[in-house]
């Protein structure tokens, strides 16, 4: 979701880069195979016999001998430094940065009582880095097991530089302070999780304002439509007291009466209205909160779509449907920009927003015609070179046909798809595209619409930074000689923290077949896949496997150093890659369950990569290893996985040999919007979502609240996906399916594993406005005591069994 306040926030990392391995996530980057997939080459400081003492004397800046290192490059040097174990190195870092800006470090700090506002925290770099520098010795060595020097380094830390940040590479920063504290308590025992905030009696009120009842608004009878699907389109009010009257209070152009209406006086009088109109979005006041959008200090594109979400929200979805379409009508050209400095476009959204409505309540008896919104060159971060084309359309009442088809279930109009003109894959796997345009996985022969999980269930405790993980492949806790995950599960169903007599275990695997799955989402690094259990899975279960290799991202695969990041130019980079997506292709291209080769995860975010840098570079050898790939695997699809639409031009022109624009999206409970259209503009080519999901908390809500919402999250998410898949009347037709993010909650993400940390960390389109990162399971593990068995099926399980089965 959108965010343009200027309030001072404090973001916490989702997964904090700490010693030995530099961790990885979205949200936007939010996979859980970003952040497994820093644990690949990690030392362990207590065995590797190269690791250097950290009793090492510091070495200053004025040693002779020392190299010089720029100021941007302390951190990242420090950060290398710890994952090699290299304490002599760690020293000399030390050593460098305090001596260069410890001083004005602490005269940084001493000029703030708080956070620095968002937006200025790289004004004060010099406390930031030299804060960073020193935790990252500190947690090296509590990893190192030196923990008196540990703790004495974490307290000075905080009681020096109290206000110092972090920058985490994936877009956020994170308080230094609050985690050296969370790493004391850790190694003094004295770590214990805060009792779950239960959510405070909350008003519900909903908007007193003036409707003209439920009907839907025809534009033509009150302007003109100029120049319709162009850019120099353009409605002219020809009514606008009659308009007025039919969209109703609040809604453009009838904006000037909310002022005089006396919910409105009552709410101010009653300070209801206080305070920043960005804190409203995810209020109970909702009726406050729109009284509040409709004076809020933004463009009127955004106060409408703001506006149309508070009455969403109050259930009031004629009223939501005229305001997000008086947006699409009026305000088309709207730009704005997210909380990640990407641009934001309203209209688009809104007219995603109307479609989940009416897919979500077909009681309404509604349907969308000939709305669409196309942003060319919107693939960029530069607006100033796109051009908009609208196509305002018409939203009416179903037909007496169209209801009939509804009560008696008739089976709705179907696209004719005609002949084949397009065939990927030579064997049981082919990816296929008909004669109308759409596109189509085929199994054997028959459809095969890709029902697929991020499946990464980790033990609480084990993490990635601490160099504690260990593939789900081969956990086997209970030395039975199975699997932990798939095969031992079981299911917690009455939340008691116990498994009773009638709570057999079940295993992952089981659960996943009852819920309609039939493909798993793998990489091959940093832990190689077990092919026995891989061929199991799919000789008992039926799951594919979409098998990935995450092509110099995190640095997986190039020989590049964490510091030094993969670049796509340098020849020894390419090589090393080349040789990685070589032998898993070799390894596994006969193995009966793999369904897709995938490459890369999100590298045009960057992290340890020039991707986001070079684009044109990256997708260049993207195509490389596709038509390598294609040259010893003629069986199997190859798709990329990008983060969102970001350079999807730059993939269109540069990678024609990639079969499936694949990409991590999260954008709302609505789905993926323009996603679909944008792909298939751009590309021709078929889509796929490889990560998509919510976190079933939220800190205004109740447990019970919160998986409700997570699970109206995931169904309208699919419903979307379903609603472009092939043979659909009014979808684009290219969608193949789509990934659920993610099978179970994962408690390291937010640093300290043994706990399921309830903080937000990053703003993101949820219904608690923040990415808690350690929530987004469908399933959860309950208190954590019976990890890795226990699961307790959430509301988001149930809802993908009813619409996978």
Same mark, same amino acid.
């Given at each position: 979701?959108?965010?343009? +306040?200027?309030?001072?926030?404090?973001?916490?990392?989702? +997964?904090?880069? /700490?010693?030995?391995?530099?961790?990885?996530?979205?949200?936007?980057?939010?996979?859980?195979?970003?952040?497994?997939?820093?644990?690949? *080459?990690?030392?362990?400081?207590?065995?590797?016999?190269?690791?250097?003492?950290?009793?090492?004397?510091?070495?200053?800046?004025?040693?002779?001998?020392?190299?010089?290192?720029?100021?941007? *490059?302390?951190?990242?040097?420090?950060?290398?430094?710890?994952?090699?174990?290299?304490?002599?190195?760690?020293?000399?870092?030390?050593?460098?940065?305090?001596?260069?800006?410890?001083?004005?470090?602490?005269?940084?700090?001493?000029?703030?009582? !708080? =956070?620095?506002?968002?937006?200025?925290?790289?004004?004060?770099?010099? $406390?930031?880095?030299?804060?960073?520098? $020193?935790?990252?010795?500190?947690?090296?060595?509590?990893?190192?097991?030196?923990?008196?020097?540990?703790?004495?380094?974490?307290?000075?830390?905080?009681?020096?530089?109290?206000?110092?940040?972090?920058?985490?590479?994936?877009?956020? =920063?994170?308080?230094?302070?609050?985690?050296?504290?969370?790493?004391?308590?850790?190694?003094?025992?004295? &770590?214990?999780?805060?009792?779950?905030?239960?959510?405070?009696?909350?008003?519900?009120?909903?908007?007193?304002?003036?409707?003209?009842?439920?009907?839907?608004?025809?534009?033509?009878?009150?302007?003109?439509?100029?120049?319709?699907?162009?850019?120099?389109?353009?409605?002219?009010?020809?009514? #606008?007291?009659?308009?007025?009257?039919?969209?109703?209070?609040?809604?453009?152009?009838?904006?000037?009466?909310?002022?005089?209406?006396?919910?409105?006086?009552?709410?101010?009088?009653?300070?209801?209205?206080?305070?920043?109109?960005?804190?409203?979005?995810?209020?109970?006041?909702?009726?406050?909160?729109?009284?509040?959008?409709?004076?809020?200090?933004?463009?009127?594109?955004?106060?409408?779509?703001?506006?149309?979400?508070?009455?969403?929200?109050?259930?009031?979805? &004629?009223?939501?449907?005229?305001?997000?379409?008086?947006?699409?009508?009026?305000?088309?050209?709207?730009?704005?920009?997210?909380?990640?400095?990407?641009?934001?476009?309203?209209?688009?959204?809104?007219?995603?927003?109307?479609?989940?409505?009416?897919?979500?309540? #077909?009681?309404?008896?509604?349907?969308?015609?000939?709305?669409?919104?196309? %942003?060319?060159?919107?693939?960029?971060?530069?607006?100033?070179?796109?051009?908009?084309?609208?196509?305002?359309?018409?939203?009416?009442?179903?037909?007496?046909?169209?209801?009939?088809?509804?009560?008696?279930? /008739?089976?709705?109009?179907?696209?004719? $798809?005609?002949?084949?003109?397009?065939?990927?894959?030579?064997?049981?796997?082919?990816?296929?595209?008909?004669?109308?345009?759409?596109?189509?996985?085929?199994?054997?022969?028959?459809?095969?619409?890709?029902?697929?999980?991020?499946?990464?269930?980790?033990?609480?405790?084990?993490?990635?930074?601490?160099?504690?993980?260990?593939?789900?492949?081969?956990?086997?806790?209970?030395?039975?000689?199975?699997?932990?995950?798939?095969?031992?599960?079981?299911?917690?169903?009455?939340?008691?923290?116990?498994?009773? #007599?009638?709570?057999?275990?079940?295993?992952?695997?089981?659960?996943?077949?009852?819920?309609?799955?039939?493909?798993?989402?793998?990489?091959?690094?940093?832990?190689?896949?077990?092919?026995?259990?891989?061929?199991?899975?799919?000789?008992?279960?039926?799951?594919? %496997?979409?098998?990935?290799?995450? /092509?110099?991202?995190?640095?997986?695969?190039?020989?590049?150093?964490?510091?030094?990041?993969?670049?796509?130019?340098?020849?020894?980079?390419?090589?090393?890659?080349?040789?990685? %997506?070589?032998?898993?292709?070799?390894?596994?291209?006969?193995?009966?369950?793999?369904?897709?080769?995938?490459?890369?995860?999100?590298?045009?975010?960057?992290?340890?990569?020039?991707?986001?840098?070079?684009?044109?570079? &990256?997708?260049?050898?993207?195509?490389? %290893?596709?038509?390598?790939?294609?040259?010893?695997?003629?069986?199997?699809?190859?798709?990329? +996985?990008?983060?969102?639409? $970001?350079?999807? *031009?730059?993939?269109?022109?540069?990678?024609?040999?990639?079969?499936?624009?694949?990409?991590?999206?999260?954008?709302?409970?609505?789905?993926?919007?323009?996603?679909?259209?944008?792909?298939?503009?751009?590309?021709?080519?078929?889509?796929?979502?490889?990560?998509?999901? +919510?976190?079933?908390?939220?800190?205004?809500?109740?447990?019970?609240?919160?998986?409700?919402?997570?699970?109206?999250?995931?169904?309208?998410?699919?419903?979307?996906?379903?609603?472009?898949?092939?043979?659909?009347?009014?979808?684009?037709?290219?969608? /193949?399916?789509?990934?659920?993010?993610?099978?179970?909650?994962?408690?390291?993400?937010?640093?300290?594993?043994?706990?399921?940390?309830?903080?937000? !960390?990053?703003?993101?389109?949820?219904?608690?406005?923040?990415?808690?990162?350690?929530?987004?399971?469908?399933?959860?593990?309950?208190?954590?005591?019976?990890?890795?068995?226990?699961?307790?099926?959430?509301?988001?399980?149930?809802? &993908?069994?009813?619409?996978?089965?």
């Amino acid at each position: 979701m959108p965010k343009f +306040c200027s309030k001072s926030v404090c973001m916490i990392g989702l +997964c904090i880069v /700490l010693a030995f391995i530099p961790a990885s996530l979205s949200a936007q980057e939010s996979s859980t195979d970003q952040a497994l997939a820093t644990a690949a *080459d990690a030392p362990d400081p207590v065995q590797d016999d190269k690791i250097q003492d950290p009793d090492t004397d510091t070495v200053t800046a004025q040693d002779q001998g020392a190299e010089e290192i720029p100021y941007s *490059d302390f951190v990242p040097q420090a950060w290398e430094a710890s994952s090699q174990g290299d304490f002599e190195r760690l020293n000399r870092i030390e050593g460098h940065v305090l001596a260069a800006y410890g001083e004005q470090a602490l005269l940084q700090q001493a000029a703030l009582e !708080d =956070f620095p506002p968002r937006g200025q925290e790289n004004d004060y770099q010099a $406390l930031n880095d030299v804060a960073t520098v $020193l935790f990252i010795k500190a947690e090296a060595l509590m990893n190192y097991g030196k923990t008196e020097e540990a703790i004495a380094l974490f307290e000075k830390i905080i009681e020096k530089y109290a206000w110092a940040q972090a920058w985490d590479p994936r877009g956020w =920063f994170w308080s230094v302070a609050e985690k050296s504290q969370n790493s004391i308590d850790v190694m003094t025992g004295k &770590y214990e999780p805060e009792d779950p905030v239960t959510p405070v009696s909350r008003l519900k009120t909903l908007p007193q304002i003036h409707q003209p009842g439920l009907d839907v608004v025809d534009y033509s009878k009150y302007g003109e439509f100029i120049n319709p699907g162009t850019e120099n389109y353009k409605y002219k009010v020809l009514d #606008p007291e009659g308009l007025s009257q039919a969209v109703g209070e609040g809604i453009y152009p009838n904006t000037g009466a909310v002022r005089k209406n006396p919910a409105f006086k009552k709410a101010s009088a009653e300070g209801r209205l206080e305070g920043n109109h960005w804190d409203f979005v995810y209020s109970d006041d909702l009726e406050a909160a729109f009284f509040k959008w409709a004076s809020a200090p933004e463009p009127a594109g955004v106060r409408l779509f703001y506006k149309g979400l508070m009455l969403e929200k109050a259930k009031m979805y &004629y009223e939501a449907i005229k305001t997000y379409q008086s947006l699409v009508v009026h305000f088309p050209k709207t730009v704005a920009w997210t909380y990640w400095q990407t641009p934001w476009y309203p209209a688009q959204a809104a007219i995603a927003k109307i479609k989940h409505i009416i897919r979500m309540h #077909p009681d309404l008896e509604l349907k969308v015609e000939g709305m669409s919104i196309k %942003v060319i060159n919107g693939f960029d971060n530069d607006v100033g070179n796109d051009k908009i084309i609208t196509s305002p359309g018409k939203i009416s009442k179903l037909s007496l046909w169209d209801k009939l088809i509804r009560r008696f279930h /008739l089976k709705p109009k179907r696209a004719t $798809l005609g002949s084949v003109v397009k065939r990927i894959g030579e064997g049981d796997i082919q990816l296929v595209q008909y004669e109308n345009g759409h596109w189509q996985m085929r199994v054997k022969d028959k459809p095969f619409p890709i029902r697929a999980i991020t499946y990464a269930p980790t033990k609480i405790g084990q993490s990635p930074d601490k160099g504690t993980l260990v593939s789900w492949m081969h956990e086997d806790t209970n030395k039975n000689g199975l699997a932990d995950g798939p095969y031992d599960t079981w299911v917690d169903a009455n939340g008691n923290n116990q498994q009773d #007599p009638d709570e057999p275990i079940v295993g992952d695997f089981q659960l996943l077949k009852e819920m309609g799955l039939n493909t798993i989402r793998e990489y091959h690094q940093p832990f190689k896949p077990n092919k026995t259990l891989l061929r199991r899975m799919h000789e008992e279960y039926g799951f594919y %496997v979409i098998m990935g290799d995450f /092509l110099g991202k995190y640095t997986l695969g190039s020989g590049a150093s964490w510091f030094e990041g993969t670049d796509y130019e340098n020849p020894v980079h390419k090589k090393n890659m080349m040789e990685s %997506v070589r032998n898993m292709v070799m390894d596994y291209k006969d193995e009966p369950y793999i369904l897709i080769w995938v490459l890369g995860n999100e590298n045009n975010y960057g992290v340890a990569s020039n991707a986001n840098q070079k684009p044109e570079a &990256y997708f260049q050898f993207v195509n490389e %290893v596709a038509k390598m790939i294609k040259s010893i695997d003629p069986d199997h699809p190859v798709m990329v +996985c990008n983060g969102d639409t $970001l350079y999807l *031009d730059i993939f269109a022109k540069y990678a024609p040999d990639v079969d499936i624009y694949a990409a991590n999206v999260y954008r709302g409970d609505y789905g993926f919007g323009s996603f679909w259209q944008q792909v298939y503009d751009a590309s021709g080519k078929a889509a796929f979502i490889t990560e998509f999901g +919510c976190p079933a908390y939220a800190s205004h809500l109740t447990k019970e609240e919160a998986e409700i919402e997570q699970a109206n999250y995931h169904r309208g998410n699919w419903m979307d996906i379903q609603f472009n898949m092939a043979g659909t009347v009014d979808g684009v037709g290219n969608a /193949l399916g789509g990934a659920v993010f993610e099978w179970t909650d994962e408690w390291w993400k937010n640093y300290e594993p043994f706990y399921h940390d309830r903080r937000s !960390d990053a703003i993101g389109p949820f219904p608690g406005g923040y990415y808690y990162e350690e929530w987004f399971g469908i399933t959860a593990q309950g208190n954590g005591q019976h990890s890795p068995f226990l699961r307790q099926l959430r509301k988001s399980y149930y809802a &993908y069994q009813e619409m996978w089965k």
